[in-house]
């Protein structure tokens, strides 16, 4: 597995990016729990972020697509207003280890 960070490097309700096997991802927390997203729109194929590490909205409340304001639940990644309504970010599956390491499941 691997290595791509600790918990405390990504706050609550905000979110990271990284380079990994798997393409570009970004985790984000919610409510002490930690989601991992490939960072691809599923409308156009774009990365997500507007600027480095940027992928909430501003109120943190939903994950957005710079390109066109699509908004997904962070939850389960599903698009709930754009052009990709009923569409889903593809899921990345993390392992959160007692060490406070957060890991790529490969």
């Known amino acids: 597995m691997q290595r791509l960070c600790n918990t405390e490097d990504i706050p609550e309700r905000e979110a990271r990016g990284f380079d990994t096997d798997k393409g570009p991802i970004f985790i984000t ?16 194929g774009t990365e997500l972020e507007y ?7 501003m ?11 699509a908004l997904f639940q962070v939850e389960d990644g599903a698009c709930i207003f754009g052009p990709c309504q009923g569409d889903h970010l593809t899921p ?3 392992s959160v280890h007692s060490d406070g390491g957060i890991y790529l499941v490969e």
């Not at 919610?30 to 997203?37: I, K, M, P, S």
């Not at 480095?52 to 909205?57: A, I, S, T």
């Open 92 to 94: 990345v599956e993390i």
């Open 51 to 57: 600027q480095e590490n940027q992928f909430l909205d």
């Open 29 to 44: 927390q919610r409510d002490g729990a930690f989601y991992a997203y490939l960072n691809n729109c599923p409308h156009l």
């Open 59 to 69: 109120d943190r409340e939903y994950i957005i697509c710079s390109t066109h304001g």
